[in-house]
């Protein structure tokens, strides 16, 4: 009967097999198995280079988690040793985009540096205690695709020990939940914005019929101008519907003004030249950021037909905007409207979901002035995203 052969080390640690022959042919590579990316590069990496050592020398425990961890379907990472040294499954490799592969084989502080506050005591918590941690939905800040943005895992740290009981890592168990998590902070934020439209409506609704009644000499003009007015309202509302519903924005360009104009035209009337007041060059607006620019002059415009100067027959309000470098700016001023005693304590929904779209959706800005005269506003966006 001929033997395979028998398992032996040599002097330099590789793993050998002997043959019948007695020949020693060194076996590099075998661990671990596997045909995944993920396996094969844990198999080429020069691990002598590393805090872990070459793989012969590796603890069965450590051994056994990477085993379990590189078949399963389940995003996992295992962070082993004080360094946190990074191993991971072909599950988990998106999770971290652009950091992969160079995260492999590496200390965790060196490729999750822009989160290492936050991960860092988890892990450590792991290490130190050997408590699981566990969390729902945890929001998590990543640069994982050249750009920094906030995502959302379920969690499941919890120690790999040996025989004795102690600790050589953290196996991390996760599941990216971002994509649900912001469909649902979408349909909260529709739930409440459906409120706060009807509540603008009856508002903005009762300007306008007073608007138009003190501007009309007969019923039959009051009609023709609160039906002028109704239909400008509608076609503000539908600048601002395709960001709110989450659906695809408008497919032409335009520019600033012909927005401004669109907003402020349910309010105009014949002493509208004097109280509303337009100035500015022809800067165009992109059909992805009409939406976004739109819902912020809405909101404004609102809020001073229910609060400021809009709210009072002599109250006027100057729109003027202009380009500096690289930068679009837009200055909103009130005057003659009900005296503001201080800015307000809480800010209203229709206030925070304008600062919203001009941050989040232009990146740009929005800066308050409340002065007793009227509130001074200040727009500022990349003229970049402006134009997309």
């Known amino acids: ?89 072909d599950a988990y490799a998106p999770t971290i985009g652009q950091k992969h592969p160079r995260a492999l084989g590496r200390p ?6 822009e989160l290492w506050d936050d991960l860092e005591p988890l892990l450590r918590r792991v290490l130190d205690t050997g408590e699981t941690v566990f969390a729902k939905d945890r929001p998590f800040y990543i640069e994982r695709h050249g750009y920094p943005e906030t995502v959302y895992f379920d969690i499941s740290y919890s120690p790999v020990q040996d025989e004795t009981g102690e600790i050589g890592g953290v196996l991390c168990i996760v599941s990216e939940t971002t994509e649900r998590v912001v469909a649902q902070e979408r349909q909260r934020l529709l ?34 101008s609160l039906r002028g007015r109704l239909d400008a309202l509608m076609r503000a509302k539908d600048l601002i519907r395709p960001g709110i ?10 520019t600033v003004g012909d927005v401004v104009r669109t ?10 030249g004097e109280r509303i007041i337009l100035r500015g060059p022809a800067v165009p607006v992109g059909a992805m950021a009409v939406t976004s620019l739109a819902l912020a002059l ?23 905007w202009e ?6 700016q837009l200055d909103w001023e009130e005057k003659g409207g009900p005296a503001i005693v201080a800015p307000p304590s809480v800010k209203g929904f229709g206030s925070v979901l304008a600062e ?23 727009v500022l966006i990349p003229l970049d995203r402006l134009a997309v």
Not at 3 to 26: E, F, Y
Not at 323 to 328: E, I, K, P, Y
Request: proline content about 4%; aromatic content about 6%; hydrophobic content about 40%.
């Open 1 to 89: 009967m001929t033997q395979a052969g028998v398992a032996s080390l040599v002097p330099d640690g590789k793993i050998c097999l002997l043959n019948a022959m007695g020949t020693v042919r060194k076996v590099e590579g075998d661990f671990p198995q596997g045909e995944g990316e993920a396996a094969a590069l844990i198999r080429s990496l020069d691990w002598s280079a590393t805090s872990l050592g070459p793989i012969v020398g590796w603890p069965t425990h450590l051994k056994g988690a990477v085993s379990l961890m590189l078949p399963a379907k389940a995003q996992i990472v295992l962070f082993w040793g004080p360094e946190f040294v990074a191993l991971y499954n």
């Open 108 to 113: 965790a502080r060196e490729n999750w540096a």
């Open 191 to 224: 739930a409440r914005e459906a409120n706060h439209r009807v509540k603008n409506l009856f508002a903005i609704f009762h300007g306008i019929i007073s608007l138009s009644a003190r501007s009309a000499r007969t019923p039959q003009e009051m009609a023709q």
């Open 245 to 254: 519903m989450g659906t695809e924005a408008h497919s032409e360009r335009t």
């Open 263 to 272: 907003i402020v035209r349910p309010y105009e009337d014949d002493t509208s």
């Open 298 to 320: 809405h909101e404004t415009t609102t809020n001073a037909a229910k609060y400021g100067a809009l709210s009072e027959p002599t109250g006027s309000i100057s729109i003027t």
């Open 323 to 328: 380009t500096h470098g690289g930068d679009f």
């Open 356 to 378: 919203r779209s001009i941050a989040d959706q232009l990146g740009g800005k929005v800066e308050h002035s409340w002065l007793s005269s009227g509130l001074r506003l200040r």
